[in-house]
T-cell receptor, first 113, second 113 residues
Framework: SQQGEEDPQALSIQEGENATMNCSYK?????LQWYRQNSGRGLVHLILIRSNEREKHSGRLRVTLDTSKKSSSLLITASRAADTASYFCATAYSGAGSYQLTFGKGTKLSVIP | DVKVTQSSRYLVKRTGEKVFLECVQDMDHENMFWYRQDPGLGLRLIYF???????EKGDIPEGYSVSREKKERFSLILESASTNQTSMYLC????????????FGSGTQLSVL
């Protein structure tokens, strides 16, 4: 399995602080994606970063990718209570004519008002 | 708004029953996926399909089958449900080309008693 690993497993911060989550993976990838999941619901795509990119921004989100270290980080700035959710990284790779998106186990973020 | 619809939000079945989980997308996506999500294990890919009547096994296909008779519909079948198939099941779809972002349904929480 190519499963990525998020770190930490759980994170609790005060509203207004920044939250940083990390993801490590094992093999070469085409891109890496971050998703968010509110409790008991489906996942929602946040941001995609391709293997030839090093940093990407979307609103209060900043994603970095270091392919030499096989790692990525997701930074949420000025967090809000509504950011409370689980966050998953997913790695995309192609091989043998097929393609899959493989998810990590997630980081559970709690933002305290 | 793009939409992936899973037929049931909650489902309770008995051991040995045949179970159908239905998923419909309205985005004309070629790729569709079934994942299961369990605490501590993250999302694991069961089956995926990149075309009508095409299917490929994911990481954990045992005990499951799928059907893709129409482009918009992807069904997951549990031939004989067992208690270890109690889980959250998530359907997703994506654009052709692979490695693009996934759109998820809201999930079906299946309990097998």
């Amino acid at each position: 399995s190519q499963q990525g690993e998020e770190d930490p497993q759980a994170l609790s911060i005060q509203e207004g602080e920044n939250a940083t989550m990390n993801c490590s993976y094992k093999t070469s990838i085409n891109n890496l994606q971050w998703y968010r999941q509110n409790s008991g619901r489906g996942l929602v795509h946040l941001i995609l970063i391709r293997s030839n990119e090093r940093e990407k921004h979307s609103g209060r989100l900043r994603v970095t990718l270091d392919t030499s270290k096989k790692s990525s980080s997701l930074l949420i700035t000025a967090s809000r209570a509504a950011d409370t959710a689980s966050y998953f990284c997913a790695t995309a790779y192609s091989g043998a004519g097929s393609y899959q998106l493989t998810f990590g186990k997630g980081t559970k973020l709690s933002v305290i008002p | 708004d793009v939409k992936v619809t899973q037929s049931s939000r909650y489902l309770v079945k008995r051991t040995g029953e045949k179970v159908f989980l239905e998923c419909v997308q309205d985005m004309d996506h070629e790729n569709m996926f079934w994942y299961r999500q369990d605490p501590g294990l993250g999302l694991r890919l069961i089956y995926f399909s990149y075309d009508v009547k095409m299917k490929e096994k994911g990481d954990i296909p045992e005990g499951y089958s799928v059907s893709r008779e129409k482009k918009e519909r992807f069904s997951l079948i549990l031939e004989s449900a067992s208690t270890n198939q109690t889980s959250m099941y998530l359907c997703a779809s994506s654009n052709p080309g692979g490695n693009e972002k996934l759109f998820f349904g809201s999930g079906t929480q299946l309990s097998v008693l």
